[in-house]
């Protein structure tokens, strides 16, 4: 299986912190969270991850690029020098591509196509400033319900309040099974009035890799921006599209206060 990260955006709801250290390398205990989200993906089968990102973000690469000069230091630490080795193991298995422009989730996605070419197995995506907190990851979970749906595509789902639906991409569906439901309709940021339901999407998805091609063609939506969305609402005419409302808790450490309850999640602090 591939795995997509998208981790491009400015992280502008977190400045002045995130001018010059990107929100997706902010230290969740001793790992920043992108090392989380890279260990995450290959729990749930990726053999490899590609992380788009930007330019001006090469903390990025530079944390999985580890050398002897690191074993040197460490000769006497073995414990920590394993940390390292283990590092050393995940950035085999990442390749990076870059986005050059801001034209949203879509086309940060986009930007992997070259990577995931060819592929018949469902793409997994990752948003880079979510994490999940929970007794099992979210993406291994929505890995096995696609195996159980025939390979199909599943959409990783929260339940949120109605004041705050125009904040996501809200979906609607016919339960299958609890917490299972097949998509019928997605739309990116709606007004409550708008809204199909209470669900929505939340940082994982597991796509099959016709939306690629979607997405090539996707025009403009919400925001002037390309949506992910927008292709997954188009990717149903020819596929069937499972949503899983995972019991997982979302974090957004895009922003402080999201950042300090990831905190909490994650290392049982508060
Ligand atoms: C993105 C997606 C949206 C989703 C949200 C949380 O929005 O476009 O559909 O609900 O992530 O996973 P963003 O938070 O980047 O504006």
């Not at 709801?13 to 090392?35: C, D, H, W, Y």
């Not at 957004?252 to 508060?270: K, M, R, V």
């Amino acid at each position: 299986m591939k795995a997509v990260i998208p981790a491009a955006g400015y992280g502008t709801r977190f400045l002045p912190a995130s001018k010059t250290v990107p929100k997706e390398m902010l230290p969740v205990g001793s790992k920043p969270a992108i090392q989380l989200i890279v260990e995450e993906a290959i729990a749930a089968g990726a053999d490899e991850v590609v992380i788009v990102t930007s330019k001006d973000k090469p903390s990025l690469r530079a944390h999985f690029d580890v050398d002897e000069l690191w074993h040197n230091r460490l000769k006497n630490k073995p414990e920590i020098d394993a940390e390292m080795v283990r590092l050393e193991e995940l950035s085999k298995k990442i390749s990076w591509a870059y986005q050059y422009e801001q034209k949203g989730l879509g086309h940060a996605v986009l930007q992997a196509e070259p990577f995931v070419r060819g592929e018949k197995d469902p793409v997994l995506v990752l948003l880079g400033d979510a994490l999940v907190s929970g007794k099992k990851l979210a993406s291994v979970e929505m890995a096995e319900i696609s195996r159980k749906y025939g390979n199909a595509s599943v959409v990783g789902l929260e339940r949120v309040p109605l004041e705050k639906v125009s904040r996501y991409g809200i979906v609607s569906g016919e339960k299958v099974e609890e917490g299972v439901f097949k998509l019928g309709s997605l739309v990116e940021k709606p007004s409550i009035e708008e809204a199909p339901s209470d669900m929505a999407i939340a940082g994982r998805y597991l796509l099959d890799p016709e939306i690629f091609t979607l997405l090539a063609s996707q025009e403009t939506g919400h925001g002037g921006e390309i949506q992910l969305t927008d292709s997954i609402q188009r990717l149903l005419s020819s596929r069937s599209v499972y949503g899983y409302v995972y019991p997982g808790k979302r974090h957004d450490i895009g922003n402080p206060q999201g950042y300090f309850e990831t905190l909490c999640a994650f290392n049982n602090h508060c």
